[in-house]
């Protein structure tokens, strides 16, 4: 009996800029030849993706991974998760 494997992708995130004051961070997403830009807004807890294409497969993740390190992430900072899906 083989077990099968989960897809997953690593996406890579660098954080372009951040304020505290503001209550926002921004920056880019990578996972296989997709791009984004994003920026959220953390006090409203509102994520933007752009562009429209692929943001469905993008955003739930990447918001989880915002809430989780939102306090460690630092601009010019590259990071990565993990996303248990193919992109």
């Not at 800029?17 to 920056?27: K, L, P, V």
């Not at 807890?45 to 991974?65: D, M, Q, T």
Request: aromatic share 12%.
């Amino acid at each position: 009996m083989s077990s099968k494997r989960l897809p997953q992708t690593t996406a890579y995130v660098r954080i372009t800029h951040q304020s505290w004051q503001q209550g926002r961070i921004e920056g880019e997403v990578r996972a296989n030849s997709y791009e984004w830009q994003f920026q959220w807004r953390f006090r409203q807890g509102e994520l933007v993706v752009e562009p429209s294409l692929g943001r469905a497969l993008i955003k739930e993740p990447l918001e989880r991974f915002l809430e989780r390190c939102d306090y460690q992430l630092e601009p010019g900072g590259d990071y990565s998760f993990t996303i248990r899906a193919e992109i």
